[in-house]
T-cell receptor
Framework: DQQVKQNSPSLSVQEGRISILNCDYT??????FLWYKKYPAEGPTFLIS?????DKNEDGRFTVFLNKSAKHLSLHIVPSQPGDSAVYFC????????????FGKGTKLSVKP | KAGVTQTPRYLIKTRGQQVTLSCSPI?????VSWYQQTPGQGLQFLFE???????NKGNFPGRFSGRQFSNSRSEMNVSTLELGDSALYLC????????????FGPGTRLLVL
């Protein structure tokens, strides 16, 4: 049973527009969420995180929104650039007893010039 | 600060052999986690080490094992390799377990023939 789901395997966006990547989770004990970006043959690169005490966190072009009641988070990239083309993974942790991250299967973002 | 390093980067083995992969965390990081990524799957958690102790283990057979040394470096071992063990093995480090951002190395690509 997948605890973290990224239901869109791929997303295509025009350069300069907004990219919205979505993630749903089922475990209400998760209280820390992260987004990673991954290029082929490389390890994931940390992008941005959010704690469950917040509903929004911004870092430059990246904003993560958390809706705890819906168990949903999203990553917004504005404006999207061709260099953003990669696979994006959502991850969650319950922080306490289990320190490991639970990952979604990823969404491949293609930003077209 | 140097990032997480993993050696070797690529490895080819045959069924039945064993393999040892190495990970050096970011300086000052004491927690090391290992993940397996296979095509079509997200990252699946293998195990986590902190202060030379295995803190947490994922749902993998006993052929997968690991250890952590006093300098926080970690190794993972896979014995009696199977074709299905072909994957990208990723190591991640963090300051401590729990609600901490994990930073990933480039991974070791293992091919089992």
């Amino acid at each position: 049973d997948q605890q973290v789901k990224q239901n869109s395997p791929s997303l295509s966006v025009q350069e300069g527009r907004i990219s919205i990547l979505n993630c749903d989770y089922t475990n209400s004990m998760f209280d820390y969420f992260l987004w990673y970006k991954k290029y082929p043959a490389e390890g994931p690169t940390f992008l941005i995180s959010i704690s469950s005490i917040k509903d929004k966190n911004e870092d430059g072009r990246f904003t993560v929104f958390l809706n705890k009641s819906a168990k949903h988070l999203s990553l917004h990239i504005v404006p999207s650039q061709p260099g953003d083309s990669a696979v994006y993974f959502c991850a969650a942790s319950d922080g306490g007893s289990q320190g490991n991250l639970i990952f979604g299967k990823g969404t491949k973002l293609s930003v077209k010039p | 600060k140097a990032g997480v390093t993993q050696t070797p980067r690529y490895l080819i083995k045959t069924r039945g052999q064993q393999v040892t992969l190495s990970c050096s965390p970011i300086s000052g990081h004491r927690s090391v986690s290992w993940y397996q990524q296979t095509p079509g799957q997200g990252l699946q958690f293998l195990f986590e080490y902190f202060s030379e102790t295995q803190r947490n283990k994922g749902n993998f057979p006993g052929r997968f094992s690991g250890r952590q040394f006093s300098n926080s470096r970690s190794e993972m071992n896979v014995s009696t390799l199977e074709l299905g063990d072909s994957a990208l093995y990723l190591c991640a480090s963090s300051l401590r377990p729990g609600r901490e951002t994990q930073y990933f190395g480039p991974g070791t690509r293992l091919l089992v023939l």
